[in-house]
C-alpha cells in the first residue's frame, strides 16, 4: 500500500467528525458550485447552536438547500453572487453580500484575511493520490494551499481536466463520502417567449460582432450562455461547447494564451453525456478565478469578444448587472473585468446583451432607461460600453457622443418605449 492510500484510509471520517474541526472565530470557506459539498454542509449547519462568530464564505451560495431548518444567524454567511433562491434570505438578512474585488494572478484573493478551514467536493484519488476539483475551479486551488484545515468530501462523479484543477490528498485533514442525491446542475427553463428573444439576440451576435478566429467570452445569463457557438477563455464553459469542439467549431486554434484549449474557472450546466465527453480529454482546462479574471491575461487574448449580460442600461450607457434599485439581484461576476480586459486586447470588443423588456407583475417594462432606479449598482462604467445588443439590434456606442448614445440605444429598445425614452432624451440630454 502506497503512503496516500494509508493516508486517505485514515482519514475517512463522518461528516460530524469531520466539521469538529472549526473553532469559534473561523472563517470557513465552501466550495461553490459543483464544489459544494452537501454532507459537510449538513453537519457544519447542526452545529450552529454551539458555535460563535463563525463567518462563512460560499461563493455561489447554495444557502437555502443545505440550512435545512437550523439557525442562519449563528453564523456570518457571505456571498459574492446571489441566486434566486438567496434573494429571500438576503431580504431576511440571513445572508450578507461581498462586493468582489478585482483579482489578478499573481495575488491572493484573501486580503483581508486568509481563510482557516476549506469544504470542498473533490474526485478519488488518482494512482498518484492526486484529485480533482471536477467540474469547477474557481478559487479552490488557492483556498487549498492557504486554509489551516482542509476538509474533502469524496464524489466518484467528478471529472478530470486539465489547467490547475488538481490537490494531493495528503493535503487533507479529513474525508468523507458524498451523499447519493447529489445531482448535476440543471438548466433554468425558459418560456418560448424568453427562447425566441434569445435566439434572435444570439444569432445579432454571431452574425453582426463575432468573426472568425475570435477568443469568445461568455458571462453568467440566459442570453449570453445560450451563445455556445465559439469559445475560448472564459468563466463558465456552458452546455453546447462539448459538441461544437468534436465538430471543430471550437478549437481555440487563433488564441494567443492557452492556445488550442478551452479554458475557464467552471463548466456550466452540462448533461451528464457532456461531461462524459470532457472528462479527461486535455483540450479543456479549468483555472482559478485570478487567472481567468485577471484584466491583464484578458487583455493578452488578441481578438477577445466579451460578452454579458446586463439587466439595465442607461441612455449614456451605464451598465448594471447587479441590482434593481438598492436590491442586489446577481453579482458582479466578471462582467467589469471582461469589458476593461476586451477593449485593452488587441482587435477585442466588449457586448452587452439583454432583452428590450421585462415582464413584471404582467406589466412590461423596459430594460434600457433614461436613468437607473435610486440605488442601482453600476456594474460597467460608460468609458466601457461597446456593443449592447437587444432583439431588436445592435447599438455600437463606443466614443459616440451621450446624444449619439442615446439615439442609439433608443433604437434598439422596445418599440412601446421608444417614445417615452425619447422624450427624456431630450429632457435630459437635448437628444
Same mark, same amino acid.
Given at each position: 500500500?502506497?503512503?496516500?492510500?494509508?493516508?486517505?484510509?485514515?482519514?475517512?471520517?463522518?461528516?460530524?467528525?469531520?466539521?469538529?474541526?472549526?473553532?469559534?472565530?473561523?472563517?470557513?470557506?465552501?466550495?461553490?458550485?459543483?464544489?459544494?459539498?452537501?454532507?459537510?454542509?449538513?453537519?457544519?449547519?447542526?452545529?450552529?447552536?454551539?458555535?460563535?462568530?463563525?463567518?462563512?464564505?460560499?461563493?455561489?451560495?447554495?444557502?437555502?438547500?443545505?440550512?435545512?431548518g437550523?439557525?442562519?444567524?449563528?453564523?456570518?454567511?457571505?456571498?459574492?453572487?446571489?441566486?434566486?433562491?438567496?434573494?429571500?434570505?438576503?431580504?431576511?438578512?440571513?445572508?450578507?453580500?461581498?462586493?468582489?474585488?478585482?483579482?489578478?494572478?499573481?495575488?491572493?484573493?484573501?486580503?483581508?484575511?486568509?481563510?482557516?478551514?476549506?469544504?470542498?467536493?473533490?474526485?478519488?484519488?488518482d494512482?498518484?493520490g492526486?484529485?480533482?476539483?471536477?467540474?469547477?475551479?474557481?478559487g479552490? @486551488?488557492?483556498? /487549498?494551499? =492557504?486554509?489551516? *484545515? &482542509?476538509i +474533502?468530501?469524496?464524489?466518484?462523479?467528478?471529472?478530470?481536466?486539465?489547467?490547475?484543477?488538481?490537490?494531493?490528498?495528503?493535503?487533507?485533514?479529513?474525508l468523507?463520502e458524498?451523499p447519493?442525491?447529489?445531482?448535476?446542475?440543471?438548466?433554468?427553463p425558459?418560456?418560448?417567449?424568453?427562447?425566441?428573444?434569445?435566439?434572435?439576440?444570439?444569432?445579432?451576435?454571431?452574425?453582426?460582432?463575432?468573426?472568425?478566429?475570435?477568443?469568445?467570452?461568455?458571462?453568467?445569463?440566459?442570453?449570453?450562455?445560450?451563445?455556445?457557438?465559439?469559445?475560448?477563455?472564459?468563466?463558465?464553459?456552458?452546455?453546447?461547447?462539448?459538441?461544437?469542439?468534436?465538430?471543430?467549431?471550437?478549437?481555440?486554434?487563433?488564441?494567443?494564451?492557452?492556445?488550442?484549449?478551452?479554458?475557464?474557472?467552471?463548466?456550466? @450546466?452540462?448533461? /451528464?453525456? =457532456?461531461?462524459? *465527453? &470532457?472528462? +479527461?480529454?486535455?483540450?479543456?482546462?479549468?483555472?482559478?478565478?485570478?487567472?481567468?479574471?485577471?484584466?491583464?491575461?484578458?487583455?493578452?487574448?488578441?481578438?477577445?469578444?466579451?460578452?454579458?449580460?446586463?439587466?439595465?442600461?442607461?441612455?449614456?450607457?451605464?451598465?448594471?448587472?447587479?441590482?434593481?434599485?438598492?436590491?442586489?439581484?446577481?453579482?458582479?461576476?466578471?462582467?467589469?473585468?471582461?469589458?476593461?480586459?476586451?477593449?485593452?486586447?488587441?482587435?477585442?470588443?466588449?457586448?452587452?446583451?439583454?432583452?428590450?423588456?421585462?415582464?413584471?407583475r404582467?406589466?412590461?417594462?423596459?430594460?434600457?432607461?433614461?436613468?437607473?432606479?435610486?440605488?442601482?449598482?453600476?456594474?460597467?462604467?460608460?468609458?466601457?460600453?461597446?456593443?449592447?445588443?437587444?432583439?431588436?439590434?445592435?447599438?455600437?456606442?463606443?466614443? /459616440?457622443?451621450?446624444?449619439?448614445?442615446?439615439?442609439?440605444?433608443?433604437?434598439?429598445?422596445?418599440?412601446?418605449?421608444?417614445?417615452?425614452?425619447?422624450?427624456?432624451?431630450?429632457?435630459?440630454?437635448?437628444?
Open positions: 500500500m502506497t503512503d496516500w492510500r494509508g493516508r486517505y484510509a485514515d482519514r475517512l471520517t463522518t461528516p460530524g467528525e469531520a466539521v469538529r474541526a472549526i473553532r469559534n472565530g473561523d472563517r470557513v470557506v465552501i466550495g461553490m458550485h459543483y464544489q459544494t459539498p452537501l454532507a459537510l454542509c449538513r453537519a457544519l449547519a447542526a452545529r450552529a447552536g454551539e458555535l460563535r462568530d463563525v463567518e462563512i464564505e460560499n461563493s455561489i451560495s447554495t444557502f437555502i438547500s443545505w440550512w435545512e437550523s439557525e442562519p444567524n449563528s453564523f456570518d454567511v457571505r456571498s459574492f453572487f446571489l441566486q434566486a433562491s438567496d434573494r429571500p434570505a438576503m431580504r431576511h438578512g440571513l445572508l450578507d453580500y461581498v462586493i468582489a474585488p478585482p483579482t489578478r494572478s499573481d495575488e491572493s484573493y484573501w486580503l483581508d484575511r486568509q481563510p482557516d478551514v476549506f469544504l470542498v467536493s473533490i474526485s478519488p484519488p494512482g498518484d492526486w484529485c480533482s476539483f471536477g467540474m469547477s475551479v474557481w479552490a @486551488p488557492e483556498v /487549498a494551499r =492557504e486554509a489551516r *484545515a &482542509v +474533502g468530501e469524496v464524489n466518484p462523479r467528478f471529472i478530470r481536466t486539465g489547467g490547475d484543477n488538481r490537490v494531493h490528498i495528503s493535503r487533507f485533514a479529513a468523507v458524498a447519493h442525491e447529489w445531482k448535476y446542475l440543471r438548466r433554468p425558459r418560456t418560448e417567449e424568453e427562447s425566441g428573444i434569445t435566439e434572435v439576440i444570439c444569432s445579432l451576435v454571431a452574425t453582426e460582432v463575432v468573426r472568425d478566429g475570435d477568443t469568445l467570452q461568455m458571462g453568467t445569463g440566459t442570453v449570453s450562455a445560450a451563445l455556445a457557438s465559439f469559445l475560448g477563455h472564459s468563466e463558465l464553459i456552458f452546455g453546447g461547447i462539448p459538441a461544437l469542439v468534436e465538430q471543430g467549431v471550437v478549437s481555440g486554434a487563433r488564441k494567443t494564451v492557452h492556445p488550442g484549449k478551452v479554458v475557464g474557472a467552471s463548466f456550466g @450546466p452540462l448533461t /451528464a453525456h =457532456e461531461f462524459a *465527453a &470532457v472528462d +479527461g480529454d486535455p483540450r479543456y482546462e479549468l483555472y482559478t478565478m485570478s487567472h481567468t479574471n485577471d484584466i491583464q491575461v484578458i487583455a493578452a487574448h488578441e481578438n477577445m469578444c466579451a460578452v454579458n449580460n446586463a439587466l439595465l442600461v442607461d441612455l449614456t450607457g451605464q451598465i448594471n448587472g447587479e441590482t434593481i434599485g438598492p436590491e442586489i439581484y446577481s453579482g458582479t461576476g466578471g462582467a467589469l473585468a471582461f469589458a476593461i480586459g476586451a477593449l485593452h486586447a488587441k482587435g477585442g470588443r466588449s457586448v452587452t446583451v439583454l432583452p428590450s423588456a421585462s415582464l413584471v404582467g406589466e412590461r417594462r423596459s430594460r434600457i432607461v433614461p436613468m437607473f432606479p435610486q440605488g442601482s449598482a453600476v456594474t460597467v462604467p460608460r468609458v466601457y460600453a461597446d456593443i449592447v445588443v437587444t432583439e431588436y439590434g445592435i447599438a455600437r456606442i463606443k466614443g /459616440a457622443t451621450l446624444r449619439r448614445r442615446a439615439r442609439e440605444l433608443i433604437a434598439i429598445a422596445h418599440p412601446d418605449h421608444r417614445a417615452e425614452l425619447r422624450k427624456e432624451a431630450a429632457r435630459l440630454y437635448g437628444a
